[in-house]
């Protein structure tokens, strides 16, 4: 299985081109209007550069509903050593409206270092759409968590939800939908995959998974898309998986298990199209070589001796 990386890779390589009082020259060299990027799950960024300032933009699906569960706290507590100034005001730029912007100096390193601040900055979607997750966790350890499970509407169509189980399980559900049938096919197989992965004794602590068409009993109460393209996915992550220095990882991987899964299908279809391509390519080598070869043209007279080709 290929993991995706947590950042994004343009983010990532337009900072280490600029960042860092060595790379003055190419910074004033290269400076940025409005750069464009485009992300999964309909997010999108623009950067822009003047003089040693770097501002990137911010736009995601449902942001204003996600921004209820403590994204503003936290992405504060995030980028506290980064030396990075928020604005949440709504802003446009490029024709695009933007839910956030992130200024910052480039001619200093932060203290973190360069690579760390780097990892840190392209991870920005990570850390809003991870943010609800810890605003849960929290919710829990406090006991104020709500009664109905929490929606985190990521996707225009997809939707995240999160509901306290027995004790201290938390239940995550991902909403899915698949508009080609042919994907849910490879799908399924790849989700049983996941609820079996329990049965190894080296996963035997890994979170339960399941997955059904209809919705599962945590969302009751809520308003919720069902229809034949959407299947619903469940992981119950214990307080081992969420609590302390696991809460990281666990949210990490869960904050791109969309992506991880639609990535997989498409490289499953992939490989499963080039071997029936390789397969028709043999089959056509064999019937060539089983057909006859071709008789030599006879030339055709009539009975004065003319040529009738």
């Given at each position: 299985m290929i993991l995706l990386e947590g950042g994004h890779h343009m983010l990532r390589e337009v900072l280490e081109l600029r960042l860092g009082p060595d790379n003055a020259g190419?910074?004033?060299?290269?400076?940025?209007?409005?750069?464009?990027?485009?992300d999964f799950d309909d997010v999108a960024y623009c950067i822009k550069t003047k003089d040693n300032m770097f501002t990137l933009f911010f736009s995601m699906p449902g942001f204003s509903e996600i921004s209820e569960y403590?994204?503003?706290?936290?992405?504060?507590?995030?980028?506290?050593?980064c030396g990075v100034n928020f604005d949440f005001n709504t802003s446009t730029s490029d024709g695009k409206v933007f839910n956030f912007s992130m200024t910052f100096d480039l001619?200093?390193?932060?203290?973190?270092?360069?690579?760390?601040?780097?990892?840190?900055?392209?991870?920005?979607?990570?850390?809003?759409?991870?943010?609800?997750?810890?605003?849960?966790?929290?919710?829990?350890?406090?006991?104020?968590?709500?009664d109905?499970?929490?929606k985190i509407p990521y996707r225009k169509d997809e939707s995240i939800y999160l509901k306290k189980g027995k004790e201290d399980s938390v239940v995550v559900v991902f909403g899915v939908t698949f508009t080609d049938k042919?994907?849910?096919?490879?799908?399924?197989v790849f989700l049983r995959e996941f609820a079996d992965a329990r049965r190894e004794p080296a996963l035997s602590t890994a979170p339960a998974v399941s997955f059904s068409r209809t919705a599962p009993g945590e969302l009751k109460g809520?308003?919720?898309?069902?229809?034949?393209?959407?299947?619903?996915i469940s992981f119950a992550l214990f307080k081992r998986h969420w609590d302390e220095d696991k809460a990281d990882a666990s949210v990490s991987s869960l904050c791109q298990f969309?992506?991880?899964?639609?990535?997989?299908?498409?490289?499953?279809?992939?490989?499963?199209?080039?071997?029936?391509?390789?397969?028709?390519?043999?089959?056509?080598?064999?019937?060539?070589?089983?057909?006859?070869p071709a008789e030599g043209a006879v030339e055709r007279k009539t009975w004065t001796g003319r040529s009738m080709n």
């Amino acid at each position: 299985m290929i993991l995706l990386e947590g950042g994004h890779h343009m983010l990532r390589e337009v900072l280490e081109l600029r960042l860092g009082p060595d790379n003055a020259g190419f910074r004033e060299r290269n400076p940025v209007d409005a750069m464009s990027i485009a992300d999964f799950d309909d997010v999108a960024y623009c950067i822009k550069t003047k003089d040693n300032m770097f501002t990137l933009f911010f736009s995601m699906p449902g942001f204003s509903e996600i921004s209820e569960y403590g994204v503003q706290s936290y992405l504060n507590k995030a980028y506290a050593d980064c030396g990075v100034n928020f604005d949440f005001n709504t802003s446009t730029s490029d024709g695009k409206v933007f839910n956030f912007s992130m200024t910052f100096d480039l001619s200093t390193i932060p203290a973190i270092g360069a690579e760390a601040f780097i990892d840190n900055v392209s991870m920005i979607k990570r850390n809003v759409l991870g943010a609800p997750f810890f605003w849960y966790f929290d919710a829990i350890r406090n006991g104020t968590t709500p009664d109905l499970a929490v929606k985190i509407p990521y996707r225009k169509d997809e939707s995240i939800y999160l509901k306290k189980g027995k004790e201290d399980s938390v239940v995550v559900v991902f909403g899915v939908t698949f508009t080609d049938k042919n994907d849910w096919v490879v799908a399924e197989v790849f989700l049983r995959e996941f609820a079996d992965a329990r049965r190894e004794p080296a996963l035997s602590t890994a979170p339960a998974v399941s997955f059904s068409r209809t919705a599962p009993g945590e969302l009751k109460g809520l308003t919720v898309d069902e229809g034949e393209s959407i299947v619903f996915i469940s992981f119950a992550l214990f307080k081992r998986h969420w609590d302390e220095d696991k809460a990281d990882a666990s949210v990490s991987s869960l904050c791109q298990f969309r992506n991880y899964l639609h990535y997989h299908v498409k490289c499953s279809k992939a490989f499963m199209h080039m071997r029936m391509r390789k397969r028709v390519d043999d089959l056509l080598q064999v019937l060539n070589r089983a057909k006859p070869p071709a008789e030599g043209a006879v030339e055709r007279k009539t009975w004065t001796g003319r040529s009738m080709n």
